[in-house]
């Protein structure tokens, strides 16, 4: 019996790796025939990038024909429902989308909010009339959300937060002040963190509301940055109407659905460390600047043990993000992982950027040009903030994942 069990165990796993080997033939073909040559160049600058919306920008048009062709699949999702507009696709088969992908150099099809944290969300807490509403245009990049969680007032203590959500009838009127709304100037709909009961503790009386941008009720004013530029905004809610139909979750359990959202934002951040589509790769900048030696490595030995180190430890954190999201698809959630992410992310892509600019050496300090390495690497100290500062993503690895004891 044990014999048999363990040959049905061989014929089914030597089927499914016929199957995944038959998606990775037809999917290399699929972007062969549809990936433009266009959309397999670096990106220079923030501008390559598609962000979508109700009134989106194309910088070339060819970037129009790639997300349509993509969200046509599904394959901007590539994981999601297909009755949600995603691609239906099992792990195994995602991941080989993404290495086929990687292999053309092709372009992410679509940057979006929607989809690394309110399209998670939602998917977990939204009910099916949202969903269907929403993530189908997320999907196709139709909607461009911007995210209202931190205040003046409240921000590394998020729960301390005082926007206020009145119950009016028919609809919520929402008034209140957000800051830090990255490229709310440019979104269509904000979610947004609510405080709908004043006398509960802090923690109990928040509730998650998805408002309508377009409205007399919301303004937004950008935040300039040291680098000169900013995504950052200032968004400001003037009895802003949210229809019923637009909470997410229950009345006044909101926080658990931000504490989720939260671990999908960091592991974006932390993302970031694995390598930015918008820079051309560093060693490349290196030896453009700096050329070969006789035996064809870079010319400058310190440099280079520097850049290889980067490149290795890059490897080596994608390995541990896909190792964490091996986990939580597996039923354990990203948790605390998410902090550890965050951080170590963060602080490679500090490191990626200093090295181009040493790299680049005098031609780092110009201030407009192709790829703005200056004002990119400025950009760089944000993100020790953006989504948890790292004092509290090392607070919340030291309790939660290393156990050690509080002060």
Known sequence: ????????????????????????????????????????LPMKDESDAVWGGRNPTFKNPQQKVWLDAMASKGWTVPEWPKAYGGGGLSKDEAKILKAEMKAIKARSPLMSFGIWMLGPALLKYGNEEQKLKYLPQIARGEIRWAQGYSEPNAGSDLASLMTKCE??????????????????????????????????????????????????GVTTKPIKLISGKSPFCETFLDNARCEKSDLVGEINKGWTIAKYLLTHEREMIGGSGAGSGALRPMGDIAVQQLGLDDRGQLDDPVLRVDVARSEIDGLAFLSTMERVIDEAKAGSGVGANSSMLKYY?????????????????????????????????????????????????????????????TA
Not at 10 to 27: H, P
Not at 30 to 40: F, G, I, S, V
Not at 371 to 382: I, M, N, Q
């Open 345 to 405: 992310g963060t602080e490679l892509n500090k490191r990626r950027l200093e090295l181009m600019m040493d790299s680049a050496g005098h031609d780092a300090l110009a201030w407009d040009g192709e790829g703005d390495v200056a004002r990119l690497w400025l950009r760089t100290k944000a993100n020790s903030i953006e989504g948890g500062t790292s004092e509290v993503q090392l607070n919340i690895i030291s309790k939660r994942i290393l156990g050690l004891p």
């Open 1 to 40: 019996m044990l014999d048999l069990n363990v040959n049905v165990m061989l014929i089914s796993l030597g089927r499914n790796m016929s199957d995944l080997e038959k998606f990775r033939s037809e999917t290399r073909e699929w972007l062969e025939a549809n990936c433009p040559a266009e959309m397999r």
């Open 167 to 216: 119950d009016m009838g028919d609809h919520y009127s929402v008034t209140g002040q957000k800051v830090w709304t990255s490229y709310a100037d440019q979104a269509d709909w904000i979610f947004v963190l609510v405080r709908t009961d004043f006398e509960a503790k802090k923690h109990e009386g928040i509730s998650f509301v998805l408002v309508d941008m377009d409205q007399p």
